[in-house]
Structure formats: structure tokens, C-alpha cells
């Protein structure tokens, strides 16, 4: 099935249809429309007539086993693994056995809205997981459409349903950071040396716990005082990949603290044997665990009696503090965490409305 434009400057379309009941193809042809996507929904009518059953027209979950040929082409394994879950558990049972061409705007917005209102097979779903499901739906769909399988995707209009009578997290998520003197608090507390030094290192770089875990001796110029990131540990399939994004790949300066503290962490470690610049940063051929490092990092949090925040509250600590100084410019800590200039304002948003209440104070005392 195709469209072309004819040299009057109207569009037609044509193809083959299916095999009749002695195995032939008939050639078909219609001419007049004025444009491509005339020509398109006419076709879809007229082989609607012809067969009652379009060339290419499939059921959902064979939709879904063609996407996955091509994903992997241009999609990170970790989140096509969070794709496929979505498409076992809630997809696929809603419906794989129908055809795509069948399911309406409606019936997606009432089956989404049931599944945030009252969850699916007696799993419950928050915002953005009902968010991330009907996004991967219209992934789908648009992947459909895309190789001419469907017309229009159905999920294009069909806003992400929220609950009404949610208390918005905004607050805490803001307050998921240590100003400096709380951090020393904490550190101070630390009395493992080894942990102590994997928060420092977290503290003082601000890169990802993923970021983290997947160090090795290989990444670190400790002459000149440079860390290369260009991987990371994925907390949902427990492999190595390659980092969040495009910017995520960087080069940053260490502080002489961190490379003095790696400078004598590498004496030692190197003279052990089977020892290889693969091995990894803070432990050896096998990386730090995401979540050995959380529970470690969480449980030391409570002992210290400091605001209770994540692991990932370190690179926002780290963050903030860099902000706080007028005289960096944010150029500068947008390319340190691996953000845009953009990324870097909306995601500390919070810590510049800080900053807007010293520029007024500065402005009144002139």
C-alpha cells in the first residue's frame, strides 16, 4: 500500500491486495485526491471493502513483537525491560488480542483512568507510573502508524489522569538536600572509613549513584586529576550501560582531597592479584550494589540524627552548594552533573528562588 502525487498535482494510491482463494494478487490504483492523507484514509476504506481484513492489519501483541525487532536499535535495554514489563503485566492482558485499528480514544482514556483510580490485577499504579504506561501505549500506536499499519494513533489526545486529591510531594522532593553544614554533621558521625569515603566521593563530585557504582580504575587519570563517566549501573536489570543521556557523558575535575584519598586507595589495591584497571573504584572485580549502597547510606542517615534524604540527595547537596555561589557560572555546573543549562534550572528551581530573595535584599540595601 502507497501513496504518490500525480503530475496534475493530485494524489493517488495504490498496491496489491491479498491473495485470492487461487493464490493471485489483483493490482489496484484510484486517483483525484487532493492530498497525501486523503489518499491514505481512502485506501484504508477501500481495502476495508476489499477483504474486510487490511493487508498488515495486526492484533496488538503482534504490534508489539514487531516494535521489539527495532527497539533495541535506539533504546537503552533498561528501559525497554521496564516497557515489556508494562506490556506483560497491564498491556497485553488489556488488548494484546485485539486489533489496533479497533481500539478507541475513549475506551483508553476510561482504561486508564480506571487502572490510576483503582489500580490493575490488585496492583496499584501512582501518577506517573499511569503516566509512563499510556505513553508506552502511544508508543506503540505511533510505531504503528509510522509503518502504515494504522491511520491514527488513538492515545494523541488522551491526557496522563491525575488524582485529584493528591498532596503534591513538591516540598519534600525540594528539601532532598543538605546545606554544608549539615552534610559535615553527618560525615562527622560516619565512623566506617570506607563508607565514609563513598559519601564523601558523592558529595564532592555530584555524580549518580549509578554513575558511581560503575566506576574503574580506568576512569580516573589520578596524574591530573580527571573523572571520565561514560557508563553507568542500571538498577532495573543490574548491568552496566551506557549513562541517562547524551550530556551525562563528561570529564570532571576532582578535588585534591578525592585524588590524594585515591592516590593512596590504589597503591594498595593495585598490588593485589588478578588486579586490572577494570576493577572497579571502591571494591574490586564486582561493583557496589545500588541498593547495598542505599541501605548502607540510609541507615547511617537515621544513626546520624541530620534531615533524612536519599542517596541521590548528595548530587542535589552537591548541586545546591555549587549554585549558592554567584560566581560559578551555570554553564560550568550544567556540564559537572551531566544536565543542560535548561535541565539545571528546572530541577533546582527551588535553589534559585533562593537566590532571587538575596539579589532583592542586595538591591534594597543600595
Not at 42 to 53: C, G, P, R, V, Y
Not at 228 to 237: D, F, G
Not at 241 to 247: D, G, H, Q, W
Request: charged residues 30%; positive net charge; aromatic residues 10%.
Amino acid at each position: 500500500m502507497a501513496q504518490q502525487k500525480e503530475s496534475n498535482g493530485t494524489w493517488s494510491f495504490y498496491g496489491k491486495l491479498p491473495k485470492d482463494l487461487n493464490g493471485k494478487r489483483k493490482n489496484y490504483k484510484r486517483r483525484g485526491f487532493k492530498n497525501k492523507k486523503d489518499a491514505k484514509i481512502a485506501e484504508m476504506e477501500f481495502l476495508k471493502t476489499q477483504s474486510n481484513i487490511l493487508p498488515g492489519r495486526l492484533k496488538l501483541d503482534e504490534l508489539i513483537k514487531e516494535y521489539h525487532k527495532d527497539a533495541p536499535n535506539h533504546i537503552k535495554q533498561s528501559t525497554i525491560k521496564i516497557y515489556m514489563r508494562f506490556e506483560r503485566n497491564i498491556i497485553s492482558p488489556s488488548f494484546g488480542n485485539r486489533y489496533i485499528d479497533e481500539i478507541t480514544t475513549l475506551e483508553i482514556t476510561r482504561w486508564i483512568n480506571d487502572i490510576l483510580k483503582n489500580g490493575y490485577n490488585g496492583q496499584n499504579y501512582g501518577e506517573s507510573s499511569t503516566k509512563n504506561i499510556l505513553l508506552h501505549l502511544s508508543g506503540l500506536l505511533t510505531y504503528a502508524v509510522d509503518h502504515n499499519w494504522l491511520n491514527k494513533n488513538p492515545c494523541h489526545k488522551i491526557k496522563p489522569p491525575k488524582d485529584p486529591n493528591k498532596v503534591s510531594n513538591k516540598k519534600s522532593s525540594e528539601n532532598n538536600f543538605w546545606e554544608i553544614d549539615e552534610y559535615n554533621k553527618f560525615i562527622l558521625t560516619v565512623e566506617d572509613e570506607y563508607k565514609r569515603d563513598l559519601y564523601e566521593f558523592m558529595f564532592l563530585t555530584g555524580v549518580r549513584i549509578g554513575e558511581f557504582c560503575a566506576l574503574q580504575w580506568s576512569d580516573v587519570d589520578l596524574d591530573n586529576g580527571y573523572l571520565t563517566i561514560n557508563k553507568s549501573l542500571s538498577a532495573t536489570i543490574t548491568e552496566i550501560t551506557s549513562p541517562k543521556s547524551n550530556n551525562s557523558n563528561r570529564t570532571i575535575r576532582l578535588p585534591n582531597k578525592i585524588v590524594e584519598k585515591l592516590k593512596i586507595r590504589y597503591a594498595i589495591v593495585s598490588q593485589q592479584e588478578g588486579f586490572s584497571e577494570s576493577y572497579f573504584l571502591y571494591r574490586d572485580k564486582k561493583y557496589i550494589s545500588i541498593a547495598t549502597f542505599r541501605r548502607w547510606f540510609n541507615k547511617d542517615v537515621a544513626k546520624s540524627r541530620v534531615k533524612k534524604i536519599t542517596v541521590h540527595g548528595l548530587r542535589h547537596s552537591h548541586a545546591s552548594y555549587l549554585l549558592s555561589n554567584p560566581m560559578i557560572p551555570e554553564l560550568l555546573i550544567a556540564e559537572r552533573l551531566g544536565h543542560s543549562v535548561e535541565m539545571l534550572r528546572g530541577t533546582y528551581a527551588h535553589v534559585y528562588e533562593k537566590s532571587r530573595k538575596n539579589l532583592i535584599d542586595f538591591i534594597e540595601n543600595l
